[in-house]
């Protein structure tokens, strides 16, 4: 015959304090079995899609897709900052005034730096989007250009920003 003090499940002797404990306290999977603390975290992660693993290949991708877009906004933002002159006539053709190149420019290289910190690039991706907007509906309603570069731009930063969505804590 088997005492059900003595009898021990998951380690933990049942009866005692931390056997009621451990039955009654924790985090419960889909069909309400009990999970240890490894469990949970897991199941916590996989919920999440933390742990997803992204390839290395995927990873190399995403990192060269980053230095290329923020190379390309470190070098526009700054010939807007120092005022070369195609910016400023490009910036006349708007109307709006030159107060918007700067401030263009410096949103341009806010996003460029955060592209390149980690913890950023999703950031800098995100400030990006509107900004390309903007520039498309600039070169398609003010400023007879073709709207093609700013929107792959825009297609790059969107990818960045979903490749990087993990990042963002929403709710």
């Given amino acids: 015959m088997v005492d059900n003090k003595t009898t021990a499940r998951r380690g933990v002797a049942v009866g005692s304090p931390s056997y009621e404990i451990d039955r009654d306290v924790g985090e419960h999977d889909a069909m309400r079995r009990h999970m240890t603390t490894n ?12 742990n ?21 906004f470190l070098m526009a933002g700054g010939s807007k900052l120092v005022g070369v002159p195609a910016m400023v006539s490009l910036f006349d053709q708007v109307g709006v005034g030159q107060w918007f190149r700067y401030v263009t420019g410096i949103i341009e290289l806010t996003a460029g ?11 800098g991706a995100m400030l990006l989007i509107p900004t390309m907007l903007g520039a498309i509906v600039i070169n398609v309603f003010v400023v007879p250009a073709s709207p093609v570069p ?20 929403i709710f």
């Avoid at 469990?39 to 933390?50: E, L, Q, S, V």
């Avoid at 730096?113 to 950031?123: E, Q």
Wanted: no cysteine; charged share 10%.
């Fill in 150 to 169: 700013p929107l792959v731009l825009l297609l790059l930063a969107a990818a960045v920003v979903w490749a990087r969505r993990h990042q963002l804590r």
């Fill in 113 to 123: 730096i955060a592209l390149l910190i980690p913890s950023a690039a999703v950031f």
């Fill in 39 to 50: 469990d949970a975290a897991t199941y916590a992660m996989t919920r999440n899609g933390t």
């Fill in 52 to 72: 997803r693993q992204r390839g290395r290949a995927g990873l190399i991708a995403l990192w060269l897709t980053q230095v290329a877009l923020a190379l390309m």
